[in-house]
């Protein structure tokens, strides 16, 4: 007698339970990457803007002098690092870090 294939030992009445629910775990993981995509990038945009503007009006009240260098030199650091964050720093859904790899 040949060896079952791992299909023929579940009915169907279980497999298709199974199918439903993996395919719902997959639209839940999209989901929450495409989440993820946006939220981040609605603060990208978020701080830029903000920063823009921050820039803006500094210039226009010290018509570009010596204290909108200084203010631009402040500024620029801040909104960058809070938009790129440290590589090492990764949350994105699914990431893993170099510890947490299942055996």
Do not use: K
């Not at 929450?32 to 609605?42: D, G, K, L, N, Q």
Request: aromatic fraction near 6%; proline fraction near 10%; charged fraction near 10%.
């Amino acid at each position: 007698m040949p060896p079952l294939s791992p299909r023929d030992d579940l009915p169907e009445a279980v497999r298709l339970p199974i199918l439903a629910t993996e395919h719902w775990s997959l639209l839940a993981t999209r989901n929450i990457a495409y989440t993820e995509i946006f939220s981040r990038t609605s603060i990208l945009l978020t701080v830029v803007s903000a920063a823009v503007v921050a820039l803006a009006l500094v210039a226009q009240a010290t018509e570009v002098g010596d204290a909108f260098y200084l203010f631009a030199l402040l500024v620029l650091p801040i909104a960058s690092s809070s938009v790129w964050p440290h590589p090492s720093a990764s949350s994105t859904p699914g990431s893993r870090t170099s510890g947490s790899c299942p055996a």
